[in-house]
């Protein structure tokens, strides 16, 4: 058995090593990369960019959307809590994407608008951090339900 802070410091680390991999990549991008002026061939890029964000970020919204209102509907707290790490993950991960997706088009183009874009998915990335309060909100948990999440050494 699992106990409730378990559950979260592993949540918690995927998290962050999530977040930091493109932030990493980003770095060292923009460390070795001389930023250039706008040209013509850089308008593929842009629009392939573009398809991929409004693709990926319409992807992570609906699909956490459904992963949250299937995991509403489970029984018992385990498979709720297993529902809503999976809603978590994928719409992460297709955050994660979009962000390289968008350093790779830095690489290549060198152009700053791929900055900004990659600085918004890690900021959209950032801002869905799993913490307990969270959970309890979004998968509208009962009192007995809540308590146990409360608590960090209760099994889960």
């Known amino acids: 058995m699992s ?8 949540l918690y680390t995927v998290y962050i090593i999530m977040l930091l991999l ?7 991008a923009l460390m070795y990369k001389k930023h250039n ?3 013509k061939h850089d308008i593929p890029y842009i629009i392939a960019d573009g398809i991929i964000v409004i693709i ?12 949250i209102k299937e ?17 978590l993950l994928i ?3 297709i955050l994660d994407t979009v962000a390289l997706f968008s350093i790779g088009c830095y690489i290549i183009t060198g152009e700053l608008f ?9 900021a959209v990335l950032f801002l869905n951090k799993p913490n307990v309060s969270n959970a309890i909100i979004r998968l509208d948990l009962q009192e007995d339900e809540q308590r146990v999440l409360e608590n960090p050494k209760s099994a889960i």
């Open 91 to 93: 719409p992460w991960t």
């Open 22 to 28: 493109p932030c990493i990549f980003l770095f060292f």
């Open 37 to 39: 002026n706008f040209t």
């Open 114 to 122: 791929f900055v900004c874009i990659t600085l918004f998915s890690l």
């Open 56 to 67: 990926g970020f319409t992807l992570a919204y609906f699909y956490a959307q459904k992963s």
């Open 71 to 87: 995991a509403k509907q489970k029984r018992g707290l385990h498979e709720k809590l297993s529902k809503y790490r999976k809603g």
């Open 3 to 10: 106990t409730v802070k378990k559950y979260f410091t592993i």
